[in-house]
């Protein structure tokens, strides 16, 4: 069964970073594209950032470019998302996605999320 497990979110005061990470299970990470996406509370879901199979395409957001990276580790089934110079408008749910390249598609699946508050 697949499962996404994310970790690292927390409270962080703007400017500092936060590392983000997915634990991937249950599935062939090494073919699927994955994401990160966010929710902030009241709006909708908000397509962070995006990177194939192999890393040979990044998506960044209009709304992270500059300040967030997207990683991965398909030796040790790890998907990554460095946020660096946070800002309050950061603070969201931060999702884990398989197979999301900014639609839901057959074999999206989610993680359960993890929160990130910026907030001084």
């Known amino acids: 069964q697949v499962q996404l497990v994310e970790s690292g979110g927390g409270l962080a005061q703007p400017g500092e970073s936060l590392r983000l990470s997915c634990s991937a299970s249950?599935?062939?990470?090494?073919?699927?594209?994955m994401s990160w996406a966010r929710r902030a509370p009241g709006k909708g879901l908000e397509w962070v950032a995006g990177i194939q199979n192999d890393g040979s395409s990044i998506y960044l957001g209009d709304s992270v470019k500059g300040r967030f990276t997207i990683s991965r580790d398909n030796a040790k089934n790890m998907l990554y998302l460095q946020m660096n110079n946070l800002r309050p408008e950061d603070t969201a749910v931060y999702y884990c996605a398989k197979d999301y390249w900014g639609v839901i598609q057959h074999g999206t699946w989610w993680g359960q999320g993890t929160q990130v508050t910026v907030s001084s």
């Open positions: 249950g599935f062939t990470f090494s073919n699927s594209a």
